[in-house]
């Protein structure tokens, strides 16, 4: 009898662990809907004010168009293909350079968090040549890869590799010391050591260099493409401002700000998917 009981019990107590587990799905998912419609909202707000302040007359709109205006240019632009021709020809840039600089700034940035040895040698190097403002070195770019695309590529990836290899050094030395030891007491390879706990448990802060590494490379490829290149939303910004078009100019960095965030919200669900315990911090 007691032990029909016992299995009455934990049968019970298994039906309200599993409905507990699916209300805290759904919580979970109600808060991250809710999240996502607040992001988006809040740009379309200020495309709304910013109508709205425009058509009230307290803008100048020889210099501020309204929004209304910017997509109609955006629309025209579209129907062209201009608009796409330039888009993809700074995306496929902006990859290549993230490719170029990212790879590397993970591999060195864990290595560093890993090893004192080798975190004493570069981190001065990166210390000494962080502050040099990337635009500052174009006209060396330039000379070293020409007008064509290396210069560009090479641009977007040094404005990738920085904030990339810092992130994912900090994010090492976060983790908690005891894991490898752990690994270490199990005689983990350094492979494994790298894969098992510096990887993962730098993983956060290697995301949130990424997202600006982005946002610093789509910066960097609008500046060099207003130099010596013959497409990209750089060059169609530069050349608006040459024929005075300031709704093209405008709707051309209005397409770089919608890049940028569409990007950081395909970031934003990486991080969600990889990085599961780190869900809740700030719910």
Sequence with gaps: MN????????GNFVTVAAASKRRHRRWNLGVVFNDRVMMIASPIGLLVIWELVGRAGFLDQRYFPLPSTIFLALKTLAISGELWMNTKASLLRLLFGFLVGGIPALVIGIAMG??????LIIDPLIAATYPVPKSAILPLLLLIFGLGEGSKIAMVAIGVFYPMVINATSGVLTINKTYFEVGKHFKASRWQVFRTIALPGALPLIIAGTKLGVGFGLILIAIAEMVGAKEGLGFMIWNAWELL?????????LTIAVIGFVLSLLFNEVEWLLVPWNRDKDR
Excluded: C, E, F, L
Excluded at 3 to 10: E, K, R, Y
Excluded at 245 to 253: C, H, L, R, S
């Design 3 to 10: 032990g029909i009981t016992a299995q009455a019990n934990t």
């Design 245 to 253: 078009a300031v709704d093209v100019m405008y709707a051309g960095i």
């Design 114 to 119: 890993i090893s004192k040895p080798v975190r």
